[in-house]
């Protein structure tokens, strides 16, 4: 158990926390690639919410006065239709209905709750529970729950990512509370308000619509006829084959981000635009070489590669090097060492330069930014395992380069 979560235990009692293993970390993640879907988004979410359903099922079956078994809703196999679309799961309790939201952010200060699981009827549950994954230090809190009737009275909702938004003290911390009450009280159905109803012909013009992901709903359809599509199971099961299908079909125009595959650097086999530390500094002016020997955290390093990058800033010289160290565990992670040189003959990178770690689903892990006369910035050094999907991110004014990487299990 880390002591990160040793101290939330201390300073939180009434919260639950589980520890989580790195085999959970991996299966989590096998699933999520075995199940496929339509966006490196959709597929992040799918992994939070498959390692997030997976520990809380595990703690269910150590409650000795649950009575019934859990159940996932509507069913296992019809996850990934879910995950394509929204963040959370619904388990059923006998008649209690319960929805897991997951976040992997590392200041979990507010709870959103995306739209659909509050305004679609046959999504609607009693409980909301907050959910907060962190995965560089392997374990899940569960901040609190709420209820259907406290959303509707006291939640905001916000237009922009459609989701309702309630403050962490309107939380309740102790999920026993939840348990309790569910004895003392009969479930109450929530008052709910009804969807339209959706034609044949509005059903195929919308799944003509929304057949190719976008990160918003298109203009020209409404939350309203959104929700009604995804209430119906069958349809919303042929919108993600749709979006399966169409995301094969266009490979060769699909603008994906390339994903750095980091486990082959070992091999010494690097993706396009990226070289072997040696084979850039080459190419550079021997003060650059001369830089990054000379620090000390990098001596140590088994793979180190590095890219030039240009900012595309024509009034200065904005080139630098992103230079990225790799150094295998014992425990099968990886400790990643990141930084950011100028390049060319410069001696200090642009003031107000901006590098920034970011989760698989785009959250800031870390930030750290250039003054007026530093030689390099670096982020804090930081563990991968197997599994794992995260971004660098250079950013300078209007200009932002963003390189995706990912991790598989090392071989020998």
């Not at 992994?47 to 809703?73: I, Q, R, S």
């Not at 309790?180 to 009280?185: D, F, Y």
């Not at 099961?237 to 699909?254: A, I």
């Not at 930014?369 to 971004?391: A, E, M, T, V």
Request: with cysteine.
């Amino acid at each position: 158990m880390k002591s990160e979560m040793n101290d939330l235990m201390v300073l939180y009692p009434d919260k639950l926390w589980l520890d989580l293993s790195d085999q959970e970390q991996q299966t989590a993640w096998q699933i999520s690639a075995q199940n496929h879907y339509s966006n490196p988004t959709a597929r992040w979410n799918a992994y939070l919410n498959c390692l997030c359903l997976n520990a809380f099922l595990d703690w269910l079956k150590e409650e000795p006065d649950l009575g019934e078994t859990p159940k996932v809703w509507p069913s296992d196999h019809q996850l990934p239709s879910i995950w394509e679309f929204v963040n959370g799961t619904c388990l059923t309790v006998g008649e209690l209905r319960l929805v897991l939201i997951p976040s992997d952010k590392s200041n979990l200060t507010e709870f959103r709750i995306p739209q659909e699981w509050v305004d679609i009827p046959n999504w609607v549950a009693n409980y909301y529970l907050a959910v907060q994954i962190n995965l560089e230090e392997n374990w899940i809190g569960v901040w609190g729950y709420t209820t259907y009737q406290q959303i509707r009275k006291k939640a905001k909702y916000d237009l922009m990512d459609r989701t309702y938004l309630l403050d962490e003290e309107d939380l309740i911390a102790d999920i026993n509370v939840m348990w309790v009450a569910r004895e003392v009280c009969s479930v109450q159905k929530p008052e709910l308000k009804m969807l339209p109803k959706l034609s044949s012909v509005q059903i195929e013009k919308l799944l003509k619509q929304l057949e190719q992901w976008t990160p918003d709903l298109p203009e020209n359809v409404s939350e309203q006829e959104w929700m009604a599509l995804l209430a119906l199971d069958k349809k919303r099961q042929d919108l993600y084959q749709k979006r399966l299908t169409k995301h094969k079909g266009n490979l060769v125009t699909y603008s994906q981000p390339l994903v750095n595959n980091l486990s082959k650097w070992f091999q010494n086999v690097f993706e396009a635009g990226w070289h072997s530390f040696d084979t850039l500094v080459s190419s550079q002016q021997n003060t650059l070489a001369v830089q990054f020997r000379s620090d000390a955290t990098l001596n140590e390093v088994r793979v180190k590669g590095a890219k030039l990058i240009d900012l595309g800033m024509q009034l200065r010289n904005t080139a630098v090097v992103l230079l990225i160290g790799l150094t295998s565990e014992i425990d099968e992670k990886v400790s990643i060492r990141v930084q950011l040189h100028p390049a060319n003959e410069e001696v200090y990178l642009p003031p107000d330069l901006k590098l920034l770690l970011l989760s698989g689903s785009g959250n800031i892990l870390q930030e750290v930014q250039s003054r007026s006369h530093d030689n390099f910035i670096q982020l804090k050094k930081f563990k991968s395992p197997p599994g794992r999907n995260f971004s660098l991110q250079v950013t300078l004014g209007d200009i932002s380069i963003k390189e995706d990487f990912m991790l598989e299990k090392l071989v020998g």
